[in-house]
């Protein structure tokens, strides 16, 4: 098969047409192109032999090579925004899409080859980093974010676009993943997120947006204590679980709390939930800034009078606890 193009206006073949059009029609490139958007202009081989002709070129003499990039550089210096000016101009960018357009033509397939290759997709990783990492860029990308969730129905797109793609099982196990390495491999994002999540913490508004999207409070579990807790001690303990009492220590909001000046909190764990190695870690939590902490485990409630005395004495116990650390 001949590697030919042809002429439009007159159906003969060439390697290079733009000499054809304008010796037999008087069109250059450019007119030719405005009555023929889609044709081609060059074969295959006369392409990859100027691309094999260039490279020899550089190969050959280096020099050359550093010479036309101080040149372009020296170009750019003098000419500030010409090249952005030259690059909007319709019939450039027109030209630039029928190239691609062409070289998919003919390589079809080749792109997706490309893109999958390991260096070009690292290559393109690390590109996509620096430009994402510009102040500028994340400053923007910020802005367009939150315009866009501020539509409604973008907003519901979203919603039911993930909760579709979490349905798939590899689609979940494989982000999961991902978020796990970037967490595991990434020290300065640990930072960086237990910083900016201690911050959320200190604002009353983030907690309670919070606690409104977690499930329905008080729990059946709390209710039984809560009701325990009012029989023995009127007026003594509030419940927070649900952020009702805008109380939050060291990051966590703690079930219910002593509302009559006592440093003294109680937590209720279910077994289902939690495990008995959760319960000491939170005591010293809260201890290190100057609270005492009970708490109450589900199954505990089968032994009332049991209950009763251990809430009892935890109420009327001197607490000797002194601060350690600041709340954050």
């Not at 319960?279 to 089968?302: A, H, N, T, V, Y």
Request: hydrophobic share 25%; charged share 35%; with cysteine.
């Amino acid at each position: 098969m001949v590697d030919k193009v042809t002429c439009m206006i007159c159906g003969k073949k060439y390697h290079f047409l733009p000499s054809h059009t304008r010796q037999a029609h008087s069109l250059n490139k450019d007119k030719y192109l405005r009555r023929f958007p889609n044709a081609p202009l060059y074969s295959l081989s006369y392409r990859k032999r100027q691309s094999e002709s260039g490279k020899n070129a550089y190969q050959k003499n280096p020099g050359l090579c550093i010479k036309r990039s101080e040149d372009r550089k020296r170009w750019h210096k003098e000419n500030p925004g010409k090249q952005k000016e030259l690059n909007n101009r319709p019939e450039v960018q027109q030209k630039r899409i029928e190239g691609i357009k062409c070289w998919h033509r003919e390589n079809p397939g080749k792109q997706k080859e490309n893109l999958n290759r390991p260096e070009v997709r690292q290559r393109n990783s690390d590109s996509q980093k620096i430009a994402q990492n510009r102040p500028e860029v994340k400053a923007r990308s910020r802005e367009t974010t939150l315009r866009l969730w501020q539509n409604h129905d973008y907003r519901e797109n979203q919603i039911e676009t993930h909760k579709i793609l979490w349905q798939d099982p590899e689609y979940a196990k494989r982000t999961i993943e991902q978020i796990k390495k970037a967490w595991r491999d990434n020290p300065s994002l640990r930072e960086k997120m237990s910083k900016v999540k201690k911050k959320q913490w200190q604002d009353p508004e983030y907690v309670k947006k919070l606690h409104k999207g977690l499930a329905q409070r008080p729990t059946g579990l709390e209710i039984e204590v809560m009701a325990i807790l009012n029989s023995l001690f009127p007026s003594e303990y509030g419940y927070n679980g649900g952020y009702e009492l805008g109380i939050v220590l060291c990051g966590k909001v703690p079930d219910f709390v002593n509302i009559n000046g006592k440093k003294k909190l109680v937590e209720a764990y279910g077994s289902y939930w939690h495990k008995e190695s959760d319960e000491q870690p939170r005591i010293d939590l809260f201890g290190k800034i100057g609270w005492d902490c009970l708490i109450i485990w589900d199954w505990e409630l089968q032994d009332y009078k049991k209950l009763v005395e251990k809430l009892k004495s935890f109420h009327t116990q001197l607490s000797l606890r002194q601060p350690t650390l600041d709340l954050y």
